[in-house]
Nanobody
């Protein structure tokens, strides 16, 4: 089973930027979709963005469209989530996930391999 590790979280002021990384252990990672989810205290896990294997189609939650950009580097088995114009409501623990799928859903039940997450806090 592929192992995922997230990094890049931290504390940032509103309007700032962060870039999250998700590194996978398995060489077959690049053919599978990778999704980013987030969870704030007391709230359900929310799908943020996802990217398929080739041709690398992407999808975004309405709440982050125009502010977040997902991309993948197949040479390093890494998926990035560039987060710009951050808002306090973007605060939460961010997880990356993958599954044996050919498409890119933003529903957490569709994924069976998860990283431990990285904390993002947007606050002044």
């Amino acid at each position: 089973q592929v192992q995922l590790v997230e990094s890049g979280g931290g504390l940032v002021q509103p309007g700032g930027s962060l870039r999250l990384s998700c590194v996978a252990s398995a060489f077959t990672f690049n053919s599978k979709p990778i999704a980013w989810f987030r969870q704030a205290p007391g709230k359900e896990r929310e799908g943020v963005s996802c990217i398929t294997g080739r041709p690398y189609n992407t999808a975004y939650a309405d709440s982050v469209k125009g502010r977040f950009t997902i991309s993948r580097d197949v040479a390093t088995n890494t998926v990035y989530l560039q987060m710009d114009s951050l808002k306090p409501e973007d605060t939460g623990r961010y997880y990356c996930a993958t599954a044996l799928l050919s498409w890119c859903p933003l529903t957490s039940a569709s994924y069976n391999s998860w990283g431990p997450g990285t904390q993002v806090t947007v606050s002044s």
